[in-house]
């Protein structure tokens, strides 16, 4: 059964796709994560993996850009069972955002009780630097205050209520135990910021107006993923914890002659990706699930 673009998965359609890689691993992850532009290496670390590539999963989604390898990989990190996300999905590559959510559900039927996000993301705060890593308290969905919501059309309850929640979406808990790991055992304290991330639909980068208007609205830093995944996320239950690597700071001025650009966004994911490794599996170790 292929998922078209107007027909959406069904409960048993992803259940399928799950029975698929279970049938095939032994791992049974509690942990999902999703690697940002750039972030990819955290599969690496896994241990006693067991990858699929997308163009080998039945109905699965395939990475367009570049900086997104496009596999799972199901194995042990920390003592956990975890599974990565190593290369995630967007609208602008003509995907509808059900569909760029899908894997957070399928990570469900899988076994996972938390879900870990990382991004790449432009920094709006004008106190940000390239370089910096956010944990993320909050965000804001452009897409979905224009009307398009990856829990839009019919709700299945199997997964959750037809109105869910997002206050709290990014688990209080975990940000205070990232806070006190970063700055207490990794001293990461120099670099380590908190804040809004705000969704847009790219693919093209932020106007000068547009910067400006983010930082009216609240926002810290911006790009073009990571708010449906988590809207899914929180829709069937799971917990969840995010992170925005600042690769560039966002050009807020007329009169500069910078120009953003998808090259600076994953060199500078290649110079501070270690830490933020470092983060998440210290983090994926005192963590429950």
């Keep these: 059964m292929n998922s078209s673009k107007?027909?959406?998965?069904?409960?048993?359609?992803?259940?399928?796709?799950?029975?698929?890689?279970?049938?095939?691993?032994?791992?049974?992850?509690?942990?999902?994560?999703?690697?940002?532009?750039?972030?990819?290496?955290?599969?690496?670390?896994?241990?006693?993996?067991?990858?699929?590539?997308?163009?080998?999963?039945?109905d699965f989604p395939v990475s367009t850009v570049p900086g997104h390898s496009g596999k799972l990989v199901l194995g042990n990190l920390e003592g956990k069972t975890v599974i990565c996300?190593?290369?995630?999905?967007?609208?602008?590559?003509?995907?509808?955002?059900?569909?760029?959510?899908?894997?957070?559900?399928l990570m469900?039927?899988?076994?996972?009780?938390?879900?870990?996000?990382?991004?790449?993301?432009?920094?709006?705060?004008?106190?940000?630097?390239?370089?910096?890593?956010?944990?993320?308290?909050?965000?804001i969905n452009f897409p979905g205050l224009g009307g398009d919501n990856p829990l839009k059309g019919r709700n299945d309850e199997r997964w959750g209520p037809r109105f869910p929640a997002m206050s709290n979406a990014y688990d209080r808990d975990l940000r205070e135990l990232a806070k006190k790991i970063a700055n207490e055992e990794l001293s990461l304290w120099p670099f380590l910021r908190e804040g809004v991330y705000c969704m847009l639909g790219g693919p093209n980068f932020e106007s000068v107006a547009e910067i400006n208007m983010l930082r009216v609205l609240g926002a810290d830093a911006c790009g073009m993923s990571t708010a449906h995944e988590v809207i899914v996320a929180r829709h069937c239950g799971l917990r969840v914890f995010g992170l925005s690597l600042i690769s560039n700071v966002c050009i807020s001025n007329y009169d500069t002659q910078q120009v953003a650009n998808h090259e600076e966004v994953l060199e500078t994911g290649q110079k501070r990706k270690k830490d933020l490794e470092k983060l998440v599996r210290a983090l994926i170790k005192k963590m429950d699930a």
Excluded at 95 to 103: E, G, S
Excluded at 112 to 127: F, S
Aim: charged share 20%; hydrophobic share 35%; net charge neutral.
């Design 108 to 139: 469900k039927l899988l076994g996972v009780k938390t879900l870990i996000v990382t991004n790449a993301a432009g920094g709006v705060n004008p106190n940000f630097k390239a370089g910096d890593i956010m944990i993320i308290r909050d965000h």
């Design 6 to 58: 107007d027909e959406q998965y069904s409960y048993e359609h992803i259940e399928s796709i799950a029975n698929f890689l279970l049938s095939k691993t032994e791992h049974r992850p509690t942990i999902g994560i999703i690697c940002g532009s750039g972030l990819g290496s955290l599969a690496d670390l896994i241990g006693g993996s067991k990858e699929f590539q997308y163009k080998d999963i039945p």
């Design 85 to 105: 996300m190593q290369g995630r999905f967007h609208p602008y590559e003509g995907y509808p955002l059900w569909k760029c959510a899908m894997p957070v559900r």
